[in-house]
C-alpha cells in the first residue's frame, strides 16, 4: 500500500505503491522500557488530503489501479524519470478490461463534478452563455476532449498535474499564512484607532507583555539534530537516552512500516518543541501559527536530509545525516518569533488591496440595496395595482347587484 502512504509527495506519486519495503532494522534495545503503544495496521491508515482540489479523484484512480497485477509488476520496476516524463503511462493500455472500466467511470463522475462546479460558479455570476465544454480546458489534470474515457493521457495528465501542484503547495501555504499575519496586523490597527489615547496605550501594552510572554520559552532544539531527537527518544518514546540509535529511531517513526519516513512523520516528531512554544490555552500563543512553524521545521529537514528530493527520507539518508557535523553541533534554531513576515510597505500594499475589496464590494452592495428597493417599489405598486383592481371590482358587483335587486323588486311591484 506504497501508493497511498506517500499521496502528498510529488515525484514518487505513482511509484513507490507496489515496492517492497525495506527490511526491518532490528531493534536490539530492552522492549520493555518503550512506552506501550497500538499497532499500526497499515491497511487501514487513510492517506492525508493533499489539498489539491481532485484529491479524491486522484485517491480514487489509485486504488483502482493498485488492484491491476501488471500495473504493479511494471511500478516496482519503474524509476522517477519514467514515470515523470509519461512513458510508465502507456503501460495503462494493457491493464484488464475491468480496471479500464473502472477508471473510465471515474473519469465520467470527475468531469460531472467539474461541469457542476463551473455551472454554480457561472451561475452565481448569472452568465449562461458560456461554453462549459471549452471551460473545462481550465482543468489540467484530465484530458477534457474525451470524457468517457480514462486513457493514458489521462494518467499522464494526472501525474504532471499533481507532481507540479504539490511542489508548489508549501509556497502557497507561505504565502496564505504571510497574508494571515499582515491581516491580523491590519485589524490590530484598525482597532487602535478607534480607541481613546488612554485605552490606546492600555492595548499596546498588553500587547507588548503578550508578546513578550509568548517569546518567553525553553530553548528549541534545532529539528532533526541529535539533541531533538534524543529529546523525542526520551520523552516521547520512552527511551534511555544513553541508548539512542538512529537505525532504532527511524524504525520506531517509520509509522506505517514502509522504509520511509514521509512529510507527515516528520512532522509529527516536531510536536515536542512546539509545545515548548504554543500552548492553545494561552491567550499570547496563536495555533495558525504554531503549523507555520512545524511547515518551516518539516522544510528545514527535506533539504537537509532528503538528498534525491522526492519528499521521502529512506533510512539511507537519514543514516549519512547523523554522520554530518550539523548533526552533532547545528545553529541555533529561530522560532516565529524573531521572523519578520512582511515589511511595512508589503503591510501597506495589501491594506491598499483591502481598501479596494471593500470598495467593490460596497458598490456591490449599494447595488443590491437599490435593486432591493427597486423590487420593494415595483412590489408596492403591483400591491396598490391588485388593491385598485379589486375595488373597482367590487365596485361594479355592487352596481351589478343593485340592478339585480332593483329588477327583482319591479318584478314583485308587476305582480302584485
Known amino acids: 500500500m506504497k501508493w497511498r502512504t506517500i499521496l502528498p509527495q510529488c515525484c514518487l506519486?505513482?511509484?513507490?505503491?507496489?515496492?517492497?519495503?525495506l527490511e526491518s532494522v532490528p531493534i536490539d534495545i530492552d522492549k520493555t522500557k518503550v512506552k506501550t503503544t497500538q499497532p499500526v495496521d497499515s491497511a487501514k491508515i487513510e492517506p492525508p488530503d493533499?489539498?489539491?482540489?481532485?484529491?479524491?479523484?486522484?485517491?480514487?484512480?489509485?486504488?483502482?489501479?493498485?488492484?491491476?497485477?501488471?500495473?504493479?509488476?511494471?511500478?516496482?520496476?519503474?524509476d522517477i524519470e519514467e514515470i515523470k516524463s509519461g512513458r510508465l503511462s502507456k503501460e495503462l493500455d494493457l491493464v484488464s478490461h475491468h480496471v479500464r472500466t473502472k477508471l473510465d467511470e471515474l473519469k465520467r463522475q470527475e468531469v460531472a463534478r467539474l461541469r457542476m462546479l463551473i455551472k454554480a460558479k457561472l451561475d452565481s455570476f448569472q452568465d449562461t452563455g458560456m461554453d462549459h465544454h471549452a471551460l473545462l480546458k481550465q482543468f489540467d489534470h484530465l484530458n477534457h476532449l474525451?470524457?468517457?474515457?480514462?486513457?493514458?493521457?489521462?494518467?499522464?495528465?494526472?501525474?504532471?498535474?499533481?507532481?507540479?501542484?504539490?511542489?508548489h503547495y508549501d509556497k502557497a501555504r507561505h504565502e496564505e499564512f504571510k497574508k494571515y499575519e499582515m491581516m491580523k496586523e491590519h485589524e490590530r490597527r484598525e482597532y487602535l484607532k478607534t480607541l481613546s489615547?488612554?485605552?490606546?496605550?492600555?492595548?499596546?501594552?498588553?500587547?507588548?507583555?503578550?508578546?513578550?510572554?509568548?517569546?518567553?520559552?525553553?530553548?528549541?532544539?534545532?529539528?532533526?539534530?541529535?539533541?531533538?531527537?534524543?529529546?523525542v527518544w526520551e520523552e516521547a518514546d520512552g527511551l534511555d537516552p544513553?541508548?539512542?540509535?538512529?537505525?532504532?529511531?527511524?524504525?520506531?517513526?517509520?509509522?506505517?512500516?514502509?522504509?520511509?519516513?514521509?512529510?507527515?512523520e516528520l512532522e509529527a516528531l516536531f510536536t515536542k518543541e512546539l509545545e515548548k512554544v504554543y500552548d492553545p490555552k494561552n491567550e499570547e500563543d496563536d495555533m495558525v501559527e504554531m503549523e507555520e512553524e512545524r511547515l518551516r521545521m518539516r522544510e528545514h529537514v527535506m533539504n537537509e536530509v532528503d538528498t534525491n528530493k522526492d519528499r521521502l527520507v529512506t533510512l539511507d539518508e537519514f543514516l549519512k545525516a547523523t554522520e554530518k557535523k550539523e548533526f552533532l553541533e547545528p545553529d541555533s534554531w529561530e522560532t516565529l518569533d524573531h521572523q519578520q513576515f512582511f515589511t511595512e510597505e508589503e503591510l501597506?500594499?495589501?491594506?491598499?488591496?483591502?481598501?479596494?475589496?471593500?470598495?467593490?464590494?460596497?458598490?456591490?452592495?449599494?447595488?443590491?440595496?437599490?435593486?432591493?428597493?427597486?423590487?420593494?417599489?415595483?412590489?408596492?405598486?403591483?400591491e396598490a395595482q391588485k388593491l385598485e383592481y379589486h375595488q373597482v371590482v367590487f365596485c361594479k358587483m355592487l352596481v351589478a347587484l343593485k340592478r339585480i335587486l332593483g329588477s327583482l323588486l319591479h318584478a314583485s311591484v308587476l305582480v302584485l
Do not use: W
Open 197 to 231: 489615547e488612554e485605552k490606546r496605550k492600555e492595548e499596546e501594552s498588553k500587547f507588548a507583555e503578550m508578546k513578550k510572554k509568548h517569546e518567553n520559552h525553553p530553548k528549541v532544539n534545532h529539528p532533526g539534530s541529535k539533541d531533538q531527537l534524543k529529546e
Open 50 to 78: 493533499t489539498g489539491l482540489y481532485y484529491d479524491e479523484y486522484l485517491k480514487q484512480v489509485i486504488d483502482v489501479l493498485e488492484t491491476d497485477s501488471h500495473f504493479r509488476e511494471k511500478l516496482q520496476k519503474a
Open 13 to 21: 506519486l505513482l511509484v513507490t505503491c507496489a515496492l517492497p519495503a
Open 242 to 264: 544513553n541508548d539512542f540509535d538512529p537505525k532504532t529511531f527511524f524504525k520506531l517513526h517509520d509509522v506505517n512500516s514502509d522504509g520511509f519516513l514521509d512529510e507527515q
Open 146 to 167: 474525451n470524457p468517457d474515457k480514462f486513457e493514458s493521457t489521462d494518467l499522464d495528465m494526472l501525474i504532471k498535474a499533481a507532481t507540479s501542484d504539490l511542489e
Open 348 to 382: 501597506k500594499e495589501y491594506e491598499n488591496l483591502i481598501s479596494v475589496q471593500e470598495s467593490k464590494l460596497k458598490k456591490k452592495a449599494d447595488e443590491l440595496q437599490k435593486q432591493k428597493e427597486d423590487l420593494q417599489r415595483q412590489h408596492d405598486q403591483l
